[in-house]
């Protein structure tokens, strides 16, 4: 299995959340994109932790089964066909989670999350954990 962190599902495996860790765990490839990198880093500033959580993060990353995806043409067009289909359907979600999806759906990944409006979006599969 291959997964994509959301922001959330990050932060729960650094909280030590068991269901993430366990995902994660057996897990090939662990991937995060930049826009959970951005929301991270942002998390960060706000905190009192900065560059603890700056480093972590860093060895988090450079783990061999860990992959940074950047976001291209490629993810902008999907992120096109996903907010079409969730808008035809009604169903808006935060713009930094169509990214994600986007990304996901580009290299075919499972979205790991503890927010469960991924599970609204046909063209991507998400395992969602609850809190």
Known sequence: MRVLLDTSA?????????EI???????KRVCLNTVV?????QGFLAGRHEAR?????????????VEFLAL?????????????TLRAAGTPLPVHDLWIAASAMEHGLRV???DAHYLKIPQILADHIGP
């Open 53 to 65: 959580n700056r480093r972590e993060l860093a060895e988090f990353l450079e783990a061999p089964r």
């Open 37 to 41: 990198l951005a929301e991270l880093l």
């Open 72 to 84: 291209g043409r490629e993810t902008a067009e999907r992120f096109v066909a996903i907010h079409r």
């Open 112 to 114: 790991l999350t503890l």
């Open 10 to 18: 990050y932060s729960a495996f650094k909280r030590g959340h068991p």
């Open 21 to 27: 860790l366990e995902r994660i765990r057996i897990a």
